[in-house]
């Protein structure tokens, strides 16, 4: 009689190779893409925004067929730079690119892509500290007791498979790395016509059916929704850049009236684009200036007809930007729609209180952390402006010592 195996299997279930005859179950094949891989939450098919610290705030990363709204800073400064991250990746991944714009011709947007790292990002695995010996000079140093449970930030999510690139914004893309990919343009000056423009039987505004009808022949024609089998067998992902979508240059009155006329033809759009969006291997990436929408009721809108919607406020030019308190950030970001899909209704994350900044080489997501009161980081003639912002924080950063009453470690 044979010996039983490990775990009370026997010895006749090993075969001759010494390797057990157990498989990893597969629930479904996903095709397999160059620059997506399929989450591990649901199972849906992924793609990089550009920006690891944003995948890993979103889930991992824009699922394949959804719709990721940018609310645009003030200047529109980081929120263009969110954009470009988001091409660069396509480019160097060498999925198919789409960029739409109404202000900036979408040639000069590509030709000012940022340039990749060809290493990972520079002297991160320095910040891993060596464990010290007992009675070491930093053995003695402890941390206030309310910050020592607090999860550690991690701005930058590192994994053993590579997701996500890392760019350098002070240099510019390879034109030969551009030229290896799929492009196209669309510039509302030169798409514009005379005889659409005095047309109005559209139930959108001219300029939103000419780029809805560019995308959808760039959908049709590349086969991303298998009516034409893709060249060379190889399944690819087109990504669809629209930078301020909703402005007065589109054509739009959402920013310039209170009372707009065309006040559903930009949800109109979006419900369009939604659907092609779902039946395709495709992506959608748009910055949407809300903060010049008078209209509120057309924000929800626009919120509840998105799969993710992401805020950006900068600091330029605002009280903010000498505050103690953001010294270490230019900005705050806003997570208000994570998709939760084939569900009625959308994920809330659980990260809160993120604030951004930006390095040559890197564009960083990390909790904003209140600086512990009589630091050497914090003046005396700074307490009570801390003090105040602290109000502005909700409770994920912890209890924050407001007034006079303070904390004794």
Known sequence: MAAPGVGGMSARNVPAGGETSFRRKVRGKLPALRGARPSVHNGQLLVSTGVPSLDHILGGGLAVGTLLVIEEDTYGTYSNLLLKYFVAEGVVNGHEIFVASAS????????????????ELPKLDERKVEPEAPGSA?????????????????????SSSRFGHYYDISKPMCPDMLQSVKTHRFYLPQMISLEEAYSSSSKMTCDYSQL????????????????????????NILRIGIQSLGSVLW?????????????????????ALRGLLRSSLS?????????????????????????????????????RESNPLYKDYHGLLYVHKIPRLNSLICDETDTKDLAFKLKRKLFSIERLHLPPDLSDTVSRSSKQDVAGSAKLLSSGCGTAAVGNKHLDF
């Open 283 to 319: 992506v959608c990436f748009i910055t949407l200036p809300e903060h010049l929408i008078q209209n509120k009721a057309i924000t929800v809108r626009v919120r509840n007809l998105s799969d993710t919607v992401v805020g950006l406020e900068s600091f330029i030019g605002s009280e």
């Open 104 to 119: 900036e011709d979408p040639q000069m947007t590509l030709k000012d892509l940022p340039a990749p790292l060809t290493d």
């Open 212 to 235: 809805l009808h560019s995308i959808q022949q760039a959908v049709h024609q590349g086969g991303f929704d298998g009516s034409n089998p893709q060249q060379r067998g190889e399944k």
């Open 138 to 158: 930093g053995d003695s140093m402890k941390i206030a007791w309310r910050y020592q449970n607090l999860p550690k930030v991690e701005s930058v999510t590192l």
């Open 251 to 271: 054509g739009d009155d959402i920013c310039s009236d209170e009372r707009p006329h065309n006040v559903h033809s930009l949800t109109r759009f979006l419900y």
